[in-house]
């Protein structure tokens, strides 16, 4: 079946960049998300991308989508302590039948004073 | 507050006891899902509701039992649970357009003794 990995763990400064990786395996996915998920609460959706896109920037957020390779990165620009969360993958098609995504173990971002 | 909420917050069952979950959402979405998340797992898909049908049922115990009586409201009907069970159980919403965005409540902490 599908599968989406991510790394578990990532820390940075405060004010460096933040590079968070996904890999997937499903080539018919259409959409590519990242959502975060702060303490005590669900998941949001932070961004996406379209599959035909390779690259999306909105405000701090830059995505970037190596459709080959099947890598998915999200970087978060100049990081701040707010930005500790645990951030997942997902990929799907919402047009399919069972509307599913397919979400990865979420990477837990901490960020350091 | 993303518009999907989730009660309890939090709960603790033994083993031998019958409670329920409960999701609801306002935002006039037509599909509705229950995952259950784990520590350094991935989120896993329990059930999928589509028109307040069931369009997915991933191989979970049947001491899951899930009801969607409209389209607002999402049950996950629990009994004789076992402390494997133990989780955070989110329940989502999705809407008809394009990009296929769900949106989470603030899950369930369930604790099972």
């Known amino acids: 079946g599908e599968d989406v990995e991510q790394s578990l763990f990532l820390s940075v400064r405060e004010g460096d960049s933040s590079v968070i990786n996904c890999t997937y395996t499903?080539?018919?996915?259409?959409?590519l998300y990242w959502y975060k998920q702060e303490p005590g609460a669900g998941l949001q959706l932070l961004t996406y991308?379209?599959?035909?896109?390779d690259m999306k920037q909105d405000q701090r957020l830059t995505v970037l989508l190596n459709k080959k390779d099947k890598h998915l990165s999200l970087r978060i620009a100049d990081t701040q302590t707010g930005d500790s969360a645990i951030y997942f993958c997902?990929?799907?098609?919402?047009?399919?039948?069972?509307?599913?995504?397919?979400f990865g173990s979420g990477t837990q971002l901490t960020v350091l004073p | 507050e993303t518009g999907v909420t989730q009660t309890p917050r939090h709960l603790v069952m033994g083993m031998t006891n019958k409670k329920s979950l409960k999701c609801e959402q306002h935002?006039?979405?037509?599909?509705m899902y229950w995952y259950k998340q784990s520590a350094k797992k991935p989120l896993e898909l329990m059930f999928v509701?589509?028109?307040?049908?069931?369009?997915e049922n991933n191989s979970v115990p049947s001491r899951f039992s899930p009801e969607c009586p409209n389209s607002s409201h999402l049950f996950l009907h629990l009994h004789t649970l076992q402390p494997e069970d133990s989780a955070l159980y989110l329940c989502?919403?999705?809407?008809?357009?394009?990009?296929?965005?769900?949106?989470f409540g603030p899950g369930t902490r369930l604790t099972v003794l």
């Open positions: 997902a990929e799907g098609d919402p047009s399919g039948s069972a509307r599913q995504l397919t």
């Open positions: 499903d080539s018919s996915s259409t959409y």
């Open positions: 991308i379209f599959s035909n896109m």
């Open positions: 935002l006039g979405h037509n599909a």
């Open positions: 509701y589509s028109l307040e049908e069931r369009v």
């Open positions: 989502a919403s999705q809407g008809v357009g394009p990009r296929g965005e769900q949106f």
